[in-house]
């Protein structure tokens, strides 16, 4: 089962998805900060093919949380 959060309680090292649109294809990549005050985020994300951009949460748009780390013995 896939552990998903609202885009408003995404947090960096989350995993931003987005559907496709228009042809294009769905897109994946990783968190690497949240810009904005809450009601109004945005957020800077390295896709999986390695380009950088800001995403505004919007319809199609999904964040899966990161794993938490395993606890050390």
Do not use: K, N
């Not at 309680?9 to 810009?35: C, K, P």
């Not at 919007?58 to 050390?72: K, L, N, Q």
Request: charged share 30%; hydrophobic share 35%.
């Amino acid at each position: 089962m896939t552990d998903t959060r609202s885009t408003a309680d995404a947090r960096v090292g989350d995993r931003l998805e987005t559907r496709g649109l228009h042809g294009q294809a769905a897109r994946s990549g990783e968190i690497l900060e949240v810009v904005g005050e809450p009601g109004h985020h945005r957020y800077r994300v390295r896709w999986d093919d390695g380009h950088e951009s800001i995403v505004f949460p919007a319809d199609g748009v999904s964040v899966v949380r990161a794993a938490a780390p395993h606890a050390r013995r």
